[in-house]
């Protein structure tokens, strides 16, 4: 029987392995599917945003685990983690005031589903301290099924961070974008610039040096004429920031292969 100390203990630990699997996953797979790209890092380094989310997943882990009674536990610590989360993303968001009331106004809309997503994480960790209680009850417990418990757990926060791959029109739009600028940078002149870059201004005088990635589905708030999309065909816009504050964006369109650039 596992006292309360080692119950909120080991809820600490459990929870920061599953924020260690998610953390690694979520913060490096878009890094690996798009070696060479150079992607815009939002918040702190990765390593340091890892270990952030480590501590998430231990505080999460702790609450779970905290009142005797399972379910308390579990809706304690999803309503931390929303509460949480919401105030991760807030910090993230920099580009203007409009963007963060659209943030906002998005985090309030989806605050009950987004509850229910990290009720599943805290389920998990009782449920491993339910399999470890019942095992140490026994002068022969089993560790294959601890170690099976234990793995379970890592294997869904793994499974959990991959979620986070970009979609394969995201990702296209990325590398069709870095090449648009690796080419553009060696234009001796406007006139050999790429097609979708001479619509650009600016980009051949102040499109220099190193630049950052970053790409999104919402490309209405950006000031650039495009053409119309079907309905239901998702359209992500790619914007360019370069170190000398100069940036501009390019909206890819399906069926159309040509993105429309412009700056904004």
Not at 98 to 105: C, D, M, S
Not at 137 to 164: C, D, N, P, T
Not at 211 to 225: F, G
Request: charged share 15%; proline share 6%; with cysteine.
């Amino acid at each position: 029987m596992l006292n309360e100390f080692s119950r909120r203990a080991l809820g600490v630990v459990f929870g920061a392995l599953m924020g260690l699997g998610y953390g690694l996953v979520s913060t490096y797979i878009n890094v690996l599917a798009l070696s060479g790209i150079p992607l815009q890092l939002n918040g702190p380094a990765r390593p340091v945003a890892v270990l952030i989310i480590v501590l998430f997943g231990g505080l999460l882990g702790l609450l779970a685990a905290w009142p005797e009674e399972a379910i308390p536990g579990v809706i304690v610590s999803s309503l931390a983690g929303v509460l949480l989360s919401s105030v991760a993303i807030l910090l993230e968001v920099r580009e203007s005031p409009i963007t963060l009331v659209e943030t906002f106004v998005g985090l309030f809309i989806s605050l009950l589903p987004r509850a229910f997503l990290f009720i599943p994480v805290a389920a998990l960790v009782r449920w491993v301290l339910v399999v470890l209680e019942n095992q140490l009850q026994y002068a022969e417990f089993s560790f294959v099924k601890i170690a099976l418990s234990v793995v379970a757990i890592f294997g869904v926060s793994l499974l959990s961070g991959s979620v986070h791959l970009y979609p394969k029109e995201a990702r296209l739009g990325l590398q069709d974008t870095h090449a648009l600028v690796q080419l553009g940078q060696q234009a001796a002149s406007r006139e050999e610039l790429p097609q979708p870059l001479k619509a650009v201004d600016g980009f051949f005088q102040r499109g220099r040096g190193q630049y950052v990635l970053a790409v999104n589905n919402n490309p209405d708030r950006y000031p650039v004429q495009r053409p119309f999309a079907d309905y239901g065909v998702d359209e992500y816009a790619v914007t360019v920031r370069f170190d000398n504050k100069y940036r501009f964006v390019c909206i890819y369109t399906p069926p159309n292969v040509s993105p429309s650039c412009g700056e904004y």
